[in-house]
């Protein structure tokens, strides 16, 4: 199993630009999350998702959408970068009532 | 929403001591608290978790204590390592939910000295 996968690893964009991150798991979860993570302020819920054609908004959602595309996919879009969206962003998922969430490798995501 | 603290956020130790580090949260309806390890340039990982109806649990060095009455929990490093050296996250159920949604802290750098 490749638990969960994310593409790309790294990305350079321009203000102004758009680009999707993608987001995929082999585990069968229902549930799945984008986070973004900024030096010192911790792991902040963007969007998540409690099971396939449902999302919701978590703490930072702005300049944001997401797509549950089916069960094992689940992508974060960015409409028109700005520099304060450069961050580390992470996919997680888990299994109701399991709680344990499993982390993707992350995007690393500059924004000039 | 549930709001979680955790101090300190940075942490230094020599090889061999303990380690402490302490979170609080707000919502008295959590019942699940994780804590994750996240090395250098690598993705967060599940170290140990409690859940409301344990006090302590323990796993071979680490262990994690929860009071409920006072809404906090505790990570314990016995014996550390310079491979303990990493970020250290808590995190807090949403209020008992079955989705799964969790609120982190702000991570702890702790730092063993050999």
């Known amino acids: 199993n490749a638990g969960v996968t994310q593409t790309p690893k790294f990305q350079v964009l321009k203000t102004g630009q758009s680009m999707t991150l993608q987001c995929a798991q082999d585990m069968n979860h229902n549930s799945m999350y984008w986070y973004r993570q900024d030096p010192g302020m911790g792991l902040r819920l963007i969007y998540y998702s409690a099971s396939e054609g449902t999302t919701d908004k978590g703490e930072v959602p702005n300049g944001y959408n997401v797509s549950r595309l089916n069960k094992r996919e689940f992508s974060l879009r960015l409409e028109s970068a700005a520099p304060s969206q450069t961050s580390v962003y992470f996919c997680?998922?888990?299994?109701?009532?399991?709680?344990?969430?499993?982390f993707g490798p992350g995007t690393r995501l500059t924004v000039t | 929403g549930e709001n979680v603290e955790q101090h300190p956020s940075t942490l230094s130790v020599q090889e061999g001591d303990s380690a402490v580090i302490k979170c609080t949260y707000s919502?008295?309806?959590?019942?699940?608290f994780p804590w994750y390890k996240q090395e250098l340039g690598k993705r967060p990982q599940l170290i140990i978790d409690i859940r409301s109806n344990v006090g302590e649990k323990k796993d071979q060095r680490i262990a994690v204590t929860l009071n409920k009455t006072a809404k906090h929990f505790s990570l314990h490093i016995t014996e550390t390592q310079p491979e303990d050296s990493a970020v250290y996250f808590c995190a807090a159920d949403d209020r008992g939910s079955t989705l799964g949604r969790l609120y982190f802290g702000r991570g702890t750098q702790l730092t063993v000295w050999p």
């Open positions: 919502d008295s309806a959590s019942n699940y």
């Open positions: 997680a998922s888990s299994q109701p009532r399991q709680h344990e969430q499993y």
